[in-house]
């Protein structure tokens, strides 16, 4: 069986031939592997190296600690000066003027000195004919403000005439208290807002009078002095003072 014989030994020959191509292909492909082991074993290594570094870190160390020392530094405690108001002590309330400036003193003088302690007027008429005003003597009258004092500046007047001088004041609105200028008092201590009681004791021979149909309670000290009351009991207050002559007289 010569020929069955050759074609097994083709066969087992091509067997042999083919293991022997399978061996080398294994070997090929195990080594790639090796190959591809050891290459991502150095991609590996480059992120490690990297990671060392703490620079990060310092950079967030350094601005979490210089904040709060500049929060600290700008931290101050303020003050406040309050500037103290004008003295008017010397703005007494009297028979004959208003401390230092009396009736018939020059007028533009007696709008100065009180501008100088006051600021400016609240409110000014001008120069007006009187009968504007009220029954007032004169050919010219004029009545400036500083809150609830009041001057009457004229031309004529029992003490000067034919010149524009101080004639009177006025401080207090009948009827309201606790307006500014507050703290302008007689000789005597008395002001908007003391007693019947205490009126009548600085001034014995005061006047009461009761009210009537032209005007509410009021006082009279003497002939240059007088104002309003809320009442004629001990109890009830000053709301206004006046000094000077008073048109109608």
């Known amino acids: ?4 014989s050759l074609t097994i030994s083709i066969a087992i020959a091509l067997l042999l031939a083919a293991c022997g191509s399978s061996t080398d292909s294994s070997e090929s492909v195990a080594s790639t592997p090796a190959t591809a082991s050891s290459t991502s074993s150095t991609l590996l290594a480059a992120p490690t190296t990297n990671t060392t570094t703490t620079t990060i870190a310092e950079t967030t160390t350094t601005s979490s600690t210089s904040t709060p020392s500049t929060t600290s530094t700008t931290t101050s405690t303020s003050t406040t000066t309050i500037e103290p108001g004008p003295d008017l002590s010397g703005l007494v309330l009297l028979g004959d003027g208003i401390g230092p400036i009396q009736f018939g003193a020059d007028a533009d003088g007696a709008v100065d000195y009180l501008t100088s302690l006051l600021g400016a007027p609240t409110h000014d008429t001008g120069w007006v004919d009187p009968f504007e005003i009220g029954l007032c ?11 609830v004092l009041t001057i009457t500046l004229g031309d004529e007047s029992d003490i000067v005439s034919g010149r524009r ?3 009177a004041y006025s ?7 606790g307006l500014e200028p507050e703290g302008l008092e007689t000789e005597e201590g008395i002001t908007i807002g003391s007693q019947v009681d205490a009126l009548v004791d600085a001034y014995p021979d005061v006047l009461l009078v009761p009210e009537d149909d032209f005007a509410g309670p009021s006082y009279v000290i003497d002939d240059s002095r007088s ?3 809320t009442g004629l009991e001990g109890g009830d207050l000053v709301t206004v003072i006046f000094g000077g002559q008073g048109c109608g007289e």
């Open 165 to 167: 001088h101080f004639v």
């Open 137 to 147: 003597p004169g050919s010219e009258l004029r009545l400036v403000s500083w809150g």
């Open 227 to 229: 104002g309003f009351l």
């Open 1 to 4: 069986m010569p020929g069955r």
């Open 171 to 177: 401080y207090g609105i009948d009827g309201e208290l």
